[in-house]
């Protein structure tokens, strides 16, 4: 079993920066992609992120966020930056079984965990 919890969501501006983590705990961290998915109201969940051996990320966020792991603190972060009034959101953390060969996946039902979320408010 993985547990998930994210922290650092908050309100910002647009054009602010943002970095939310998600801290890990259970089996081991390193062997599991790790990815961020946000849902908006209205919405359902997107694949904004993920990464394993490197990160992959969704047309939307390409270049503005970063996703990043650190496997001695069991965390994964993402980085966002030039944030825009479409990234508001609650912002989820997930985890998955590994590829082989370091390879990544955006699909929602390949991940077996997941935190609670947390709000992201971008406003104008």
């Known amino acids: 079993q993985v547990q998930l919890v994210e922290s650092g969501g908050g309100l910002v501006q647009a054009g602010d920066s943002l970095r939310l983590s998600c801290a890990a705990s259970g089996r081991t961290f390193t062997n599991y992609v790790m990815g961020w998915f946000r849902q908006a109201p209205g919405k359902e969940r997107e694949f904004v992120s993920a990464?394993?051996?490197?990160?992959t990320y969704a047309d939307s966020v390409k270049g503005r966020f970063t996703i990043s792991r650190d496997n001695s603190k069991n965390t994964v972060y993402l980085q966002m930056v030039s944030l825009r009034l479409e990234d508001t959101a609650v912002y989820y953390c997930a985890a998955g079984p590994p590829v082989y060969g370091g390879g990544v996946y955006d699909t929602e039902s390949r991940y077996a965990y997941w935190g609670q979320g947390t709000q992201v408010t971008v406003s104008s």
């Open positions: 990464i394993s051996w490197s990160g």
